[in-house]
């Protein structure tokens, strides 16, 4: 009795695989040895500002063992902002992206429950922007429940302002929800929405965004997908006209002498 009940809980706790054409099931962290590198391209969308700005972001993690995942980003989207502009900006002219580099981070998650509900604790390093400079630090905690060809994502964090609180890096609290569901082989929809806001005027300062996306896997290494999303669809300061499309390549398997695949 004893073993069979120490049995059961290992098999809770431990790393789960999912197949290599399932979208919605794959683990939060990474095997050992495999790499997810991703190219985003970030459009603005808002009337009479197509374009203005376009940028690419480059975002990749690496799995350093069975539950610890590292990585350094770049995108919006990896960070649950629905915007455009981040690094590196291709066309500067638009808020928020006047030079070709704004900054990036790095980010750890640690997995401490997998399988149907997996947890992840992660921290990120973040600079917001070098000019003026904005680090910043954000605590939080990945979470995803699958059943089934579908899955829903917790990602809720506290951003803290390290420097230049008054500069437009003051506390956030963001708490974004993705749904997620495969409805073919290698083909996923995302919807995410979620409620974020400033710390210090969060009555006023809040609101709600919305992004619609689908993901499809050209070959098993190989994953494209585009989405388009709106910074705020509800909130004391909504409005439809802060809205971007991104586009993504991106490349998952494993790399180096790692041994095979678990």
Same mark, same amino acid.
């Given at each position: 009795?004893?073993?069979?009940?120490?049995?059961?809980?290992?098999?809770?706790?431990?790393?789960?695989?999912?197949?290599?054409?399932?979208?919605?099931?794959?683990?939060?962290?990474?095997?050992?040895?495999?790499?997810?590198?991703?190219?985003?391209?970030?459009?603005?969308?808002?009337?009479?500002?197509?374009?203005?700005?376009?940028?690419?972001?480059?975002?990749?993690?690496?799995?350093?063992?069975?539950?610890?995942?590292?990585?350094?980003?770049?995108?919006?989207?990896?960070?649950?902002?629905?915007?455009?502009?981040?690094?590196? !900006?291709?066309?500067?002219?638009?808020?928020? !992206?006047?030079?070709?580099?704004?900054?990036?981070?790095?980010?750890?998650?640690?997995?401490?429950?997998?399988?149907?509900?997996?947890?992840?604790?992660?921290?990120?390093?973040?600079?917001?922007?070098?000019?003026?400079?904005?680090?910043?630090?954000t605590l939080g905690a990945l979470v995803q429940w699958t059943h089934g060809r579908q899955a829903v994502v917790g990602d809720p964090y506290l951003q803290i302002g390290l420097a230049?609180?008054?500069?437009?890096?003051?506390?956030?609290?963001?708490?974004?929800?993705?749904?997620?569901?495969?409805?073919?082989?290698?083909?996923?929809?995302?919807?995410?929405?979620?409620?974020?806001?400033?710390?210090?005027?969060?009555?006023?300062?809040?609101?709600?965004?919305?992004?619609?996306?689908?993901?499809?896997?050209?070959?098993?290494?190989?994953?494209?997908?585009?989405?388009?999303?709106?910074?705020?669809?509800?909130?004391?300061?909504?409005?439809?006209?802060?809205?971007?499309?991104?586009?993504?390549?991106?490349?998952?398997?494993?790399?180096? !002498?790692?041994?095979?695949?678990?």
């Open positions: 009795m004893r073993r069979a009940l120490i049995g059961t809980l290992l098999a809770i706790a431990a790393p789960a695989r999912a197949a290599p054409d399932d979208l919605v099931a794959r683990p939060i962290v990474l095997a050992p040895g495999e790499l997810d590198a991703e190219l985003i391209g970030e459009i603005d969308l808002a009337p009479g500002e197509v374009f203005h700005p376009t940028s690419l972001a480059p975002d990749a993690w690496f799995g350093l063992s069975d539950r610890l995942t590292v990585g350094v980003f770049h995108s919006d989207p990896s960070v649950d902002r629905i915007e455009p502009g981040a690094s590196f !900006c291709l066309i500067t002219e638009g808020t928020g !992206c006047d030079r070709l580099y704004h900054g990036g981070g790095i980010d750890a998650r640690y997995e401490v429950l997998a399988g149907g509900l997996s947890v992840a604790p992660r921290a990120r390093l973040w600079l917001r922007d070098v000019d003026p400079a904005r680090p910043a630090m230049n609180t008054g500069a437009g890096n003051r506390a956030e609290l963001v708490l974004p929800v993705t749904w997620s569901i495969q409805p073919a082989r290698r083909i996923a929809i995302d919807v995410r929405t979620g409620w974020n806001a400033d710390v210090a005027v969060w009555r006023d300062g809040w609101h709600v965004p919305a992004y619609l996306g689908v993901r499809a896997l050209a070959t098993g290494e190989l994953e494209l997908g585009a989405a388009v999303g709106f910074q705020s669809v509800f909130g004391p300061q909504a409005t439809s006209k802060q809205r971007a499309a991104f586009v993504t390549v991106a490349w998952r398997g494993r790399v180096g !002498c790692a041994g095979p695949a678990p």
